[in-house]
């Protein structure tokens, strides 16, 4: 890790279970992912953090804008970023898509409807699925699929960083149809019932979104197969554990170890077959 670059650092810091799976993607794409998440990290960093870096972030918007239209930012993170969107060929509609999303988390706190969520989720996870795809060179019929997978993973975010998002102001699991009338803590302990039975469909939710995004996991060539699954997989595990025991969402961050990813990671590779 000593020669780890500035992107992989940013990657790393954001997401461990990415990480590690993107590191069995052939070199050329790992660079592209490393590429893609450094610029989406670093978006999500400034309106993640205490105070919140809104100058900063509208700042990194419009060098981006501008960069699309010829002029560089002279900021690696944004013109590696604008490159590779016109290399693999990223749709300047869905990086506004992801801006409109991380401004969102600027000005708005709580989302009371599914299509509420949705709308964020589709700038925030789902466009990632699309810039992936394109990463890969997949066909246009991943799409569907692709998207889901972003939206089923940002779900299970959304479930295990609860406490997290409280201490942050937010909620983004709508309560509309719940009797809880709150994800605090103390009105998840007054009533633990309702409290798991709203987990429970939760994942739920997840699990059908998680589905769609399986079916077609075998447009994936094998190369590009084992580490979308085992991300995919850890998701899954995440869920599992949660679903277990919804209130341990207080207790502690659920992430997987490095050991599991790579055991998973290892799993993969001695099961892989090829899809019909």
């Known amino acids: 890790m000593a020669h780890t670059t500035s992107k992989e650092k940013i990657f790393l810091k954001g997401s461990k279970t990415y990480f590690t799976s993107s590191l069995f993607f052939p070199?050329?794409?790992?660079?592209?992912?490393?590429?893609?998440?450094?610029?989406?990290?670093?978006?999500?960093?400034l309106v993640d953090s205490i105070p919140q870096r809104a100058d900063d972030f509208f700042?990194?918007?419009?060098?981006?804008?501008?960069?699309?239209?010829?002029?560089?930012?002279?900021?690696?993170?944004?013109?590696?970023?604008?490159?590779?969107?016109?290399?693999?060929?990223?749709k300047q509609?869905?990086?506004?898509?992801?801006?409109?999303?991380?401004?969102?988390d600027l000005v708005k706190k709580e989302y009371n409807t599914l299509p509420e969520t949705?709308?964020?989720?589709?700038?925030?996870?789902?466009?990632?699925?699309?810039?992936?795809?394109?990463?890969?060179?997949?066909?246009?019929?991943?799409?569907?699929?692709?998207?889901?997978?972003?939206?089923?993973?940002?779900?299970?975010?959304?479930?295990?960083?609860?406490?997290?998002?409280?201490?942050?102001?937010?909620?983004?699991?709508?309560?509309?149809?719940?009797?809880?009338?709150?994800?605090?803590?103390?009105e998840a302990r007054r009533k633990p019932d309702a409290f798991r039975r709203f987990v429970a469909e939760e994942i739920e939710r997840y699990l059908g979104w998680q589905k769609e995004a399986e079916a077609g996991f075998c447009h994936l060539p094998r190369r590009y197969r084992i580490p979308v699954a085992t991300a995919s997989d850890m998701y899954a595990w995440t869920a599992a554990t949660i679903r277990r025991d919804p209130f341990i969402v207080y207790e502690r961050?659920?992430?997987?170890?490095?050991?599991?990813?790579?055991?998973?990671?290892?799993?993969?590779?001695?099961?892989?077959?090829?899809?019909?």
């Open 253 to 276: 961050k659920v992430k997987p170890s490095r050991l599991r990813i790579i055991a998973n990671i290892i799993r993969r590779f001695a099961a892989i077959r090829e899809c019909p």
């Open 93 to 104: 509609e869905w990086t506004e898509a992801f801006f409109h999303s991380m401004e969102l």
């Open 118 to 186: 949705l709308e964020y989720v589709y700038g925030s996870a789902e466009v990632i699925g699309l810039y992936m795809m394109r990463i890969m060179g997949l066909p246009d019929e991943s799409e569907h699929p692709a998207r889901m997978l972003g939206r089923a993973m940002q779900y299970i975010n959304f479930i295990r960083d609860i406490n997290e998002d409280i201490g942050l102001g937010r909620r983004y699991l709508p309560l509309r149809d719940s009797v809880l009338t709150s994800l605090l803590p103390d």
């Open 27 to 45: 070199p050329q794409v790992r660079r592209d992912v490393f590429t893609l998440y450094a610029f989406l990290r670093v978006a999500d960093d």
């Open 59 to 90: 700042n990194m918007r419009q060098f981006w804008r501008n960069a699309e239209l010829g002029t560089p930012a002279n900021d690696p993170v944004v013109d590696d970023f604008v490159a590779l969107a016109k290399r693999v060929g990223f």
